[in-house]
Structure formats: C-alpha cells, structure tokens
C-alpha cells in the first residue's frame, strides 16, 4: 500500500452520500481519512438535522448501486439484509406518462432496490466505518478552511467540536462535501479569487411526503408508481416506492406555486388531483405512518470549477458542493458515487507523481464534465415547462421532438426501452442516443407526427 499513498491525511467535510463515498475512495491512498460531520450520527437508521432531504423518496439509479458496490464490496447485499425492496428494473414500477398509462412494464434485466434515505445512508456509513484508516467524527461542525494568505494552499480546517470549542486539525487535503460548498466559495471569496460561473436552472419544486403502511389489498401488479402531468400545462407529478418494513413512501409535487400543503387532507387532495388516479387509489384508504414533510428546491445549480484558472490546491469540493439536480429525475446520489469512484481512479493515476495533490483538482474538475454531461441535461428537460428559469439550450425545441419520438420507440421496441433506461439509470451517456440507425427509426417517427 506505501507506494499507492498520496499523502498522510485526508479530511472529508460531511458524512452524507459525497462525503461517505469520498472517504471510502480516499482510505486507500492515504494513512488517515476524518470525516468531520455536524450531526449526531444515529447508530440506527433514522433523520437527522443536516439533511432534511432524506425525508423524501430517495431513489438510487443502477449507476449509484453499481458506483457504491464498486467503493464498499457488499453493499447491495448489505442493502437487501437491512429490509431494502428489490425491484424489476422496467417491471415492477409503473411509469405513468401521458399517452403511455402505463408505460410497458418490462423485465429489462435488473435489480434494483427501494429503501429510505436513512437506511442506504446508514448502510454506507457501516462500511466507512469498519475501514480501520477512517475516522468518522460527529458534532463536529467545520468553521473555516485552513489555507495559505493568498489561498494557493489548503492545509486544514477549523471546527467548533462537541463541546463547543474549536479545534483544528491539519490536512493534505479537504474534501468539502458539505452539499452547500459554502465553506469552499468563502475561501475563494476571502483570498480575492474568483467564484465559479454557475448554470441555474430555476424550478420552484415544492415537495410533499408521507408514509404509509402497506395494506394488504394493496395492487399485485405494481410496487412503485411514478406519474408525470400533462406538461407543459400540467406540472404535478407523483412517485411512491416502496420501503423497508411493508411500507410505502409517497411523494407529490409541482412547480412555481402549484405546491402540496403540509397537511393530511390537503396532501390527499392534491394526490386526488394528480394526472391519474393511481396513487389517491393506494393511499387514500392506507395507514398513514407519522406526519407529512415538506421541502423546497428552487433550482439546480452547476458550478463550472472546471473554468477557473486556479484553484486552491489541497481542496476538492465533491457532490451536491458542485452540482445540485432537481430532485425529481432521482440523479443526486448516484452522482456523488459515481464522482467518488473517479476520485478513486485519479488517485491511483497521480499516486506515482511528484505532486499528485496539486494534479488533484484540476483533473478532477475536467474528467467529471463528462460524467455530469448527462445528468445536467436531463436536468434540463425542465425547460419544457416556461415559467423555468435560465439559458434555455439552443437546440430545446428539436431535443423535445425526439425525446417523445424516442418514447414512442422505446414502447414499442423493448431494445430501446432498455437503452433508455440505461441511459436513464446514469449507465450510459446520453450520447447512445446518437447512434445512426437509432437516429434514422426515430427521426421516421418524428416526420410522422
Ligand atoms: C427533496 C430531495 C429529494 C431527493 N431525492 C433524491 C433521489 O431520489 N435520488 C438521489 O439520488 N438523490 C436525491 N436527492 C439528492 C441527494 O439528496 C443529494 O444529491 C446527495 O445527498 C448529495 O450528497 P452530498 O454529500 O453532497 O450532500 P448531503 O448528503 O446533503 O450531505 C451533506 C452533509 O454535510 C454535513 N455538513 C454540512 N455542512 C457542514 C459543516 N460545516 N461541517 C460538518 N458537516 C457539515 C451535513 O450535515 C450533511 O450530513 C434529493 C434531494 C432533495 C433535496
């Protein structure tokens, strides 16, 4: 292992799924990995302050399965072992989309699992935690990067730790996957260094969730259901999943005011009013487990790292810190994943260097442009709604066209459903769309309509 070490310590900001995932790809390339997190982190699955989000359906893509099963050996099983719903890729949930109720349903080949935030998070956390070189370290709130005064160099933070007093502790290189990147943008904003450009594209998402129990007349021929509205009129939408322990989580929302209240008889109403009736149909005689959650997200947001000159050197902002998807296409976690497993392969590529660190960043901030291409612009399928905010892509208008020509294809031809739903589950790259024979079948539908 000496000849793979790329320094003495690595520090990680935040135990969530980018900061979990970093850490299990750093222990390898370094003596000592900490990762500092605010939170109690609970022994058993269960919210936490730091991320309200885990309150909501949390789906993991086949990329993120397959990203994490990379990082920590055993992790589906360890999955399926803490109650996780294996589901039929393409069979077992039902996509409801307009013209297509449902979509086919189709065995496109594999598994994947259904299973709260919660227990995927404290799943991952099992394993960072039996790896002998990682330290996890809770209530530990990081105040401040540690760096250099025209901050050319990170070399540590400082953390206000259980007991309210600060601390620091020094580091060959941060990891901020703290999800705001705050920490980050401020030693880039106090060194007089420039702010990364940021893509926006605003949304106004207004999400509610509860929890049911199961019951037992519950529908055979389904285990999720997702249904989208009638855009560009229509922008509310539903995806209910199964989760550990017979239960089912269901999330409802809509865009730019058209938003579930809080309340239990509002949050039917609005299930009520969904395009179709499927899942007012499941819940509205079901057992509703604890009360209804709500969250927020006004828009997803890129930050190009990729295009500044310099960058501080010991430092990696990693996860949502860079870029934040809408909710709704699921894309979130898997990314994170993914983007540690390319910090993995980095480190064994700069391990042998001079100065692998200093390589660090920048190769990180290209290489990744290819592994966020295709999430970004599923993001930007939200530009079919008009009231969405941002630099609408020039080619919109055509990319729309095809998408449902190549939705007309993928129900009908059950090849291409399955290569969309690999390019859906982050496995391929949008790209495959561009094969020429597949372009030839879709573009004959599109002159059709
Ligand atoms: C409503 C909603 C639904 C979502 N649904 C899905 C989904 O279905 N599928 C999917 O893949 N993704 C989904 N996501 C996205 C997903 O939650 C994030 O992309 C993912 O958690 C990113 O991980 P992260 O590590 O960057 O941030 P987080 O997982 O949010 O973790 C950040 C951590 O840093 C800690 N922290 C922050 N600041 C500090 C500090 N100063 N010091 C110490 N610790 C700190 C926090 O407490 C937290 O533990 C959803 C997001 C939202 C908002």
């Given at each position: 292992m000496a000849s793979t070490l790329v320094g003495k310590q690595a520090v990680v900001i935040g135990a969530g799924m980018g900061g979990l995932a970093a850490a299990g790809a750093l222990a390898d390339f370094f003596d000592q990995v900490v990762v500092l997190e605010r939170d109690t982190l609970p022994s058993e699955p269960a919210h936490r302050a730091g991320t309200p989000q885990a309150r909501h359906v949390h789906a993991l893509l086949l990329s993120g399965q397959r990203a994490l099963s990379e990082l920590f050996t055993g992790f589906e099983q360890d999955l399926a072992r803490a109650g996780a719903v294996p589901l039929r890729v393409g069979l077992d949930v039902r996509m409801e989309r307009p013209n297509y109720d449902p979509f086919p349903q189709r065995d496109l080949g594999w598994f994947s699992y259904a299973v709260s935030r919660p227990t995927i998070e404290r799943v991952v956390r099992r394993r960072v935690e039996s790896r002998a070189n990682i330290t996890l370290r809770q209530h530990c709130r990081v105040e401040k990067l540690l760096a250099s005064p025209n901050g050319e160099t990170v070399s540590g933070v400082r953390y206000e730790n259980d007991n309210g007093a600060s601390e620091t502790i020094a580091t060959d290189l941060v990891v901020d996957a703290s999800g705001s990147g705050a920490l980050t943008l401020d030693l880039l904003q106090s060194t007089g260094r420039p702010l990364p450009e940021e893509s926006t594209i605003g949304i106004d998402l207004g999400y509610a969730t509860c929890v049911?129990?199961?019951?037992?007349?519950?529908?055979?021929?389904?285990?999720?259901?997702m249904t989208f509205g009638q855009a560009p009129h229509d922008s509310r939408g539903g995806l209910m999943l199964p989760l550990e322990g017979n239960r089912w989580m269901a999330t409802i929302g809509g865009r730019h005011g058209d938003v579930p209240s809080g309340d239990a008889e509002?949050?039917?109403?609005?299930?009520?009013?969904?395009?179709?009736?499927?899942?007012?149909?499941?819940?509205?005689?079901a057992e509703r487990l604890g009360g209804i959650a709500r969250y927020g997200f006004r828009e997803s947001v890129r930050r190009h790292f990729e295009r500044l000159d310099e960058f501080p050197r010991g430092l990696l902002p990693i996860a949502d810190a860079i870029c934040r998807f809408n909710p709704v296409y699921g894309q979130g976690m898997s990314v994170a994943a993914q983007e540690a497993c390319l910090?993995?392969?980095?480190?064994?590529?700069?391990?042998?260097?001079s100065n692998p660190i200093a390589a660090l960043a920048p190769t990180f901030f290209a290489e990744m442009q290819t592994?966020?291409?295709?999430?970004?612009?599923?993001?930007?399928?939200?530009?079919?709604?008009?009231?969405?905010?941002?630099?609408r892509p020039a080619d919109f208008e055509t990319a729309l066209k095809f998408g449902i020509a190549l939705t007309r294809l993928a129900a009908e031809d059950p090849a291409v459903h399955k290569l969309t739903a690999e390019v859906q589950n982050l496995l391929r790259p949008r790209s495959a769309y561009r094969d020429p024979t597949l372009v030839r079948r879709v573009m004959a539908i599109m002159a059709e309509t």
């Open positions: 049911f129990a199961i019951p037992d007349d519950a529908p055979t021929d389904w285990k999720g259901v509002g949050f039917l109403a609005y299930a009520r009013a969904l395009r179709t009736p499927t899942i007012y149909n499941a819940i509205s005689q910090l993995r392969t980095l480190l064994g590529r700069l391990a042998g260097d592994l966020i291409e295709t999430p970004w612009a599923v993001a930007t399928l939200d530009f079919v709604f008009p009231e969405t905010r941002g630099q």
